[in-house]
Each structure stands twice: as structure tokens, then as C-alpha cells.
């Protein structure tokens, strides 16, 4: 019912940044929580950001503290990650997800029922 697109991946040097972008279209977003996951080849796929629909709760996995901004434009339908300070471990295929709450367990991929197909982010150093 969600339908969900990445955009603003590319490649940069260590210390640079990235705006990521996600979209989204099909059924009304209204109400839902929204995160950024990573994969990186033979890794398993890790949580990197959450937002709620308000915007009053804001979870960050440990490694991007700091580093990594999520936010969310609800009259656009679109939730985004401001990412500064990158470093070549960053580099990964980054996915948006939504659910239609925000669960106690926001970090397992298994929680989210609609996914985009990813945007690649290369760091090079």
C-alpha cells in the first residue's frame, strides 16, 4: 500500500557528506514511522536511523551518533538522512523503511513492512 524510493546516494571522500532522500507515494503515509537501514556485501542489514511521525522520538545506532541527522517532511511525504563526517565503513547500500507505528524493537528489519530498493553510498578515503 506504501510504496517507498531512495535518492541521493553517490560517491564521496572520507570527511564528506551525503543528503539521502525517500519517498513516499500509493496509500497515505500519514501515521507512519519511518527508519534507514544499511547493507554492506555479506553483512547482515543494519538499523542506522528512526523517526515517529511526529518526529518526537529520534533513535541512532551507536556508530553514526552525531554524524548522521534524520528528518522527516510530512507535507512532502519524504523522510531524509543528512550524513556528515563520512567515513569508509559508511559504505553500504542505504534502505528506507515504514511501519505504521514505531515498535519497541525499531532496529530489527523484520518490523517494517514496506522497503524502497536502496541507493548505494561509496566512501572512498
Known amino acids: 500500500q506504501v510504496q517507498l524510493v531512495e535518492s541521493g546516494g553517490g560517491l564521496v571522500q572520507a570527511g564528506g557528506s551525503l543528503r539521502l532522500s525517500c519517498a513516499a507515494s500509493?496509500?497515505?503515509?500519514?501515521?507512519?514511522?519511518m527508519s534507514w537501514f544499511r547493507q554492506a556485501p555479506g553483512k547482515e542489514r543494519e538499523f542506522v536511523a528512526v523517526?515517529?511521525?511526529?518526529?518526537?522520538?529520534?533513535y541512532y545506532t551507536d556508530s553514526v551518533k552525531g554524524r548522521f541527522t534524520i528528518s522527516r517532511d510530512n507535507a512532502k511525504n519524504t523522510v531524509y538522512l543528512q550524513m556528515n563526517s563520512l567515513k569508509p565503513e559508511d559504505k553500504a547500500v542505504y534502505y528506507c523503511a515504514a511501519r505504521s507505528i514505531l515498535p519497541s524493537t525499531y532496529y530489527r528489519p523484520n518490523e517494517y513492512d514496506y522497503w524502497g530498493q536502496g541507493t548505494q553510498v561509496t566512501v572512498s578515503s
Open positions: 500509493g496509500r497515505t503515509f500519514s501515521g507512519y514511522a
Open positions: 523517526i515517529s511521525w511526529s518526529g518526537g522520538l529520534i
